[in-house]
């Protein structure tokens, strides 16, 4: 199926219905010539308001993780966005919601097919975690810790949610030692 046909299908997509809040409006952004994937969770309540993909404080600290601006960041020819799920699926009592699972299954492999010229994906929280990674530690702070083991290709992330501030002032290691890292990746990545 032509890309254009699939990214239609995939915005039309009602399969949550029913199962999470309206109005359902799938989020992603998706071009075949992308060089960075974006592996998220799922849009938070702000970016289903606005259907533009991390539009609130976590995109702001993610952009500034990856050491390109808004104009990079939402260009569909470098930056592909694509989420385990592409709807807000609701809060929960510690935040929102898991993503649900029929997302990934019935979208993830098509459109990761049409993306051939990905040459850093950032994998962000357990979800997409379990994906996309062969071997993810015994949790989230183990499996961004051993960034370095996934190759040069992939770097598993926390997720940039203001929420996570406590863990970021645990976790030193990771402003000091991958988001240096990081942006070397994605300005090779992008050049």
Same mark, same amino acid.
């Given at each position: 199926?032509?890309?254009?046909?699939?990214?239609?299908?995939?915005?039309?997509?009602?399969?949550?219905?029913?199962?999470?809040?309206?109005?359902?409006?799938?989020?992603?952004?998706?071009?075949?010539?992308?060089?960075?994937?974006?592996?998220?969770?799922?849009?938070?309540?702000?970016?289903?308001?606005?259907?533009?993909?991390?539009?609130?404080?976590?995109?702001?600290?993610?952009?500034?993780?990856?050491?390109?601006?808004?104009?990079?960041?939402?260009?569909?020819?470098?930056?592909?966005?694509?989420?385990?799920?592409?709807?807000?699926?609701?809060?929960?009592?510690?935040?929102?919601? @898991? $993503?649900?699972?029929?997302?990934? #299954? =019935?979208? *993830?492999?098509?459109?990761?097919?049409?993306?051939?010229? /990905?040459? &850093?994906?950032?994998?962000?929280?357990?979800?997409?975690?379990?994906?996309?990674?062969? @071997? $993810?530690?015994?949790?989230?702070? #183990? =499996?961004? *810790?051993?960034?370095?083991?996934?190759?040069?290709?992939? /770097?598993? &992330?926390?997720?940039?949610?203001?929420?996570?501030?406590?863990?970021?002032?645990?976790?030193?290691?990771?402003?000091?030692?991958?988001?240096?890292?990081?942006?070397?990746?994605?300005?090779?990545?992008?050049?």
């Amino acid at each position: 199926m032509p890309i254009d046909a699939l990214l239609r299908d995939a915005r039309a997509c009602r399969l949550c219905s029913g199962n999470i809040p309206d109005p359902i409006r799938p989020v992603l952004q998706v071009h075949p010539k992308a060089r960075v994937l974006i592996a998220g969770q799922a849009p938070g309540r702000k970016v289903q308001e606005s259907g533009i993909p991390f539009d609130d404080a976590s995109g702001e600290r993610l952009r500034d993780w990856m050491g390109v601006d808004r104009e990079t960041f939402y260009d569909e020819t470098q930056v592909a966005i694509l989420p385990m799920a592409f709807c807000y699926p609701g809060k929960g009592e510690s935040g929102d919601l @898991a $993503p649900p699972p029929v997302c990934a #299954e =019935t979208w *993830r492999e098509k459109l990761l097919a049409k993306l051939p010229d /990905i040459r &850093l994906t950032l994998v962000i929280g357990q979800y997409a975690q379990r994906w996309h990674l062969d @071997a $993810p530690r015994k949790n989230l702070t #183990e =499996t961004v *810790r051993h960034w370095r083991d996934h190759g040069e290709a992939i /770097i598993p &992330l926390p997720h940039p949610s203001p929420r996570n501030n406590i863990w970021f002032a645990k976790n030193p290691w990771f402003t000091d030692n991958l988001l240096p890292d990081l942006r070397a990746r994605v300005e090779r990545a992008l050049a």
